[in-house]
């Protein structure tokens, strides 16, 4: 099993930056793929970012350019760092993990099997 946790979610003025965190335990290895998902009532989990073994990021194109998906492998921690944010980013965020995704599904939520519980985000004019 593996725990997820995320924090630093809040409240941020549009243009302004937040980062997110995600602390990973449990039977948890360097092997697994994580990813940064997001989600608003009433609408699919959206794929935001996400990052393989090797340290490879991949982002939506609804991101891509103001956010960086990174990882401390040491600290078994993940990251997203949210810059230039929109009021179009408001949702609940989620971190994901699993040891079996590949390269092609990496923003797919359904190849994933570890989630965490969410932390929220609201993007303020």
């Known amino acids: 099993q593996v725990q997820l946790v995320e924090s630093g979610g809040g409240s941020v003025e549009v243009g302004g930056s937040l980062r997110l965190s995600c602390a990973i335990s449990g039977n948890f290895h360097s092997g697994y793929f994580l990813g940064w998902f997001r989600e608003i009532p009433g609408k699919e989990r959206e794929g935001v970012a996400a990052?393989?073994?090797?340290?490879?990021?991949t982002y939506s194109d609804s991101v891509k350019g103001r956010f960086t998906i990174s990882k401390d492998n040491a600290q078994n921690t993940l990251y997203l760092q949210m810059n230039s944010v929109k009021p179009e980013d408001t949702a609940r965020y989620y971190c994901?993990?699993?040891?079996?995704?590949?390269?092609?599904?990496?923003?797919?939520?359904?190849?994933?099997?570890?989630w965490g519980q969410g932390t929220q985000v609201t993007v303020s004019s």
């Open positions: 990052i393989d073994t090797e340290g490879r990021a």
């Open positions: 994901a993990a699993d040891p079996s995704t590949t390269s092609d599904y990496v923003l797919w939520p359904t190849a994933y099997g570890y």
